[in-house]
DNA sequence: GGCAAATGTGAACAGTGTTAACATGTAGCA
DNA sequence: TGCTACATGTTAACACTGTTCACATTTGCC
């Protein structure tokens, strides 16, 4: 980073968000570091603190980024009318969210460097999840979903421990082993999809409405 | 710890894996670091690099002793002639293995930290996770398990994955989050049970033989 | 214009894992 | 037994981390 003219940044705040932020992208929570993410915006180490207080308030803030661009995964999948596809079509994008951005994904679940009481956190670490939930609850015949109803909410905890659990077991390599000649490069497209299809299998039809 | 008489340990390395395990234990990665289980062991903070080279060493040794131990868990379960009830009662034990071993749970899935090409990390790490998936599978009607046969594969994955995820939403609180009035306390006797009944939920009796 | 608050710097601190050179004890071999 | 490797310990140093403190500079408001 070239050295400033002004002596303050300008936004720093917004900078500093930035560099961590591709600093993630680039080498994850390993190469991450509170310094480089300074020195990367051109400034001093002691700087970060005025505006995120500890290494925690900073990585949060690229913890919600992460939350919003597993949205947008989420997001490009259109809803149609086969809750089948639907709720297979979530997870998978949600696994390709993890294994696309991996050093996002595992910040995301590192309660340890984020502030789990940071009131936006706590919003949006789990939009994703009440999109698949739903999806999933949908899928098992719960048209109108009720959170007070707790078989509503056990299928929506289960269809997000599948998702999490998947995405997890995917980009860490532990899912490759249990397909003999499975390519990592084409795991997403040939062995996952068919994957969830065992998993949510085709529904039958609906019965058709007495008239 | 008090000093040695002898210069030499008698049998250090045992010592600091045990040192780490109880560090683990008490505080989880948080408050482990390489220097306070040599503290612990009464060794100086170079003296680990001869034994485990470095810090990813150690802790992969107790990595390996936290997969044996998620193994007894398991092992405390015994098979019965309803795969439902073996499936809900061994991602039961798992669940309560990662809330009772939070510091070794999330040690586990730390790939930074362990050396995944460990042989006997290789071999440990996915024990928990073929027991399960053995009991998913007959659970699902696959009565002979053939990983080679594409559907026994994708159930055990799947079956791991629900069982992974679920552990980690619980241990991190979101769970509790989706169930009005649940008790931290009383969510593993209470809730979860009634939740794993919906997710695995009782099987027809199997059709009689014909004579 | 002046003064408080916000936002930057530089130096220091305690902590980390790792390394190098060296000390000490153990074990095997002539 | 004596000698020699080798294994296993120590000490001191290194580079690195996040954080804090006193201080510099700029901004914004009365």
New interface residues.
């Given amino acids: 980073m070239s050295p400033r003219a002004t002596y303050h940044h300008g936004d720093l705040r917004a900078a500093l968000i930035d560099a961590a932020d591709q600093l993630i992208a680039e080498g994850?929570?390993?190469t991450f570091s509170l310094r480089a993410a300074a020195q990367r915006a051109g400034v001093s180490p002691a700087a970060p603190a005025h505006h995120f207080g500890s290494v925690k308030g900073l990585l949060t803030q690229v913890a919600l980024l992460a939350y919003a661009r597993a949205g947008d995964y989420l997001d490009s999948v259109h809803d149609t009318p086969d809750p089948a596809h639907n709720v297979r079509a979530l997870s998978l994008a949600f696994v390709r969210f993890a294994v696309e951005n991996p050093g996002h994904f595992r910040l995301m679940?590192r309660?340890?460097l984020v502030d789990r009481d940071d009131p936006r956190y706590r919003e949006f670490?789990?939009r994703p999840?009440l999109r698949l939930g739903r999806a999933v609850a949908t899928y098992h015949g719960h048209r109108h979903i009720d959170?007070?109803r707790?078989?509503d909410?056990?299928?929506?905890?289960?269809g997000?421990?599948?998702?999490?659990?998947?995405a997890?077991?995917v980009l860490?390599g532990?899912?490759l082993?249990?397909?003999?000649g499975a390519q990592a490069e084409s795991f997403l497209t040939d062995?996952l999809p068919?994957?969830l299809e065992?998993?949510y299998p085709a529904l039958p039809p609906p019965a058709l409405p007495v008239l």
Same sequence: chains 1, 2.
């Fill in positions: 994850g929570i390993e679940f309660g340890d670490s789990h999840g959170m007070n707790f078989e909410a056990a299928e929506m905890l289960g997000i421990a599948a998702m999490h659990g998947l997890y077991l860490e532990k899912a082993r249990f397909f003999k062995e068919r994957v065992q998993i």
